[in-house]
């Protein structure tokens, strides 16, 4: 079962925008304001590629195939994890999908364990 929930996806056009939002599961354990975030992408025929980072202390990192145009945020108030994403080119048409580190609060371990089910964004030229 899906430790983490993603939304806002759907098709947009090239050149676009679009946020994506990623809140915990009724039944999980996950904080996300304190827990170290990810998102990733898979590509149709492709292996999925991490995408952008946030720790627990709201520092960033992104993958250069995004880095400019994408933006990763958390909201403490509402727990919610969000990837605002500007300009978007036809490679960037995949399944979004946020992650959870899995060792808690306040730590990076680089094992992210809870995933959720992935939302479709399709760029259309």
């Known amino acids: 079962q899906a430790q983490l929930v993603e939304s806002g996806g759907g098709p947009v056009q090239v050149g676009g925008s679009l946020k994506l939002s990623c809140s915990a599961a009724?039944?999980?354990?996950?904080?996300?304001?304190?827990?170290?975030m990810r998102w990733f992408r898979q590509r149709p025929g492709r292996e999925r590629d991490w995408v952008a980072s946030?720790?627990?202390?709201?520092?960033?990192t992104y993958a250069n195939a995004v880095k400019g145009r994408f933006t990763i945020s958390k909201n403490s108030l509402k727990d919610t994890l969000y990837l605002q994403m500007n300009s978007l080119k036809p490679e960037d048409g995949a399944v979004y999908y946020c992650?959870?580190?899995?060792?808690?609060?306040?730590?990076?371990?680089?094992?992210?364990?809870?995933w959720g089910q992935g939302i479709q964004v399709s760029v259309i030229s």
């Open positions: 992650a959870a580190d899995a060792h808690g609060s306040n730590w990076c371990s680089g094992d992210y364990g809870y």
């Open positions: 009724e039944s999980s354990s996950v904080v996300i304001s304190t827990y170290c």
């Open positions: 946030i720790d627990y202390e709201g520092r960033t």
